[in-house]
């Protein structure tokens, strides 16, 4: 019996065995969230699913980007 809440199947496929939360836990939530629509991509039904989860990826990345170049800029 698959668990969407707790243990979603893509979230839980890695070969690693280890689940995604077991890696973004530890970042913050802007890189966190880019790795997981990095490991989540192509593990859902279409072609379109898996293009939408890496614009997410990148558009979490450029986040992380602008917040660093503004902090810099703060200095």
Known sequence: MSD?????????????????IQVTEHRNFC???AIKYLWRAGLKDGDEKQ???LRKAVWYINREISRLEWQ????
């Open 51 to 53: 293009v939408e989860d």
């Open 72 to 75: 810099k800029s703060k200095k």
């Open 4 to 20: 969407n809440v707790n243990h979603p199947k893509h979230y839980t496929s890695d070969p690693s065995g280890i689940e995604c």
């Open 31 to 33: 890189i966190g969230n």
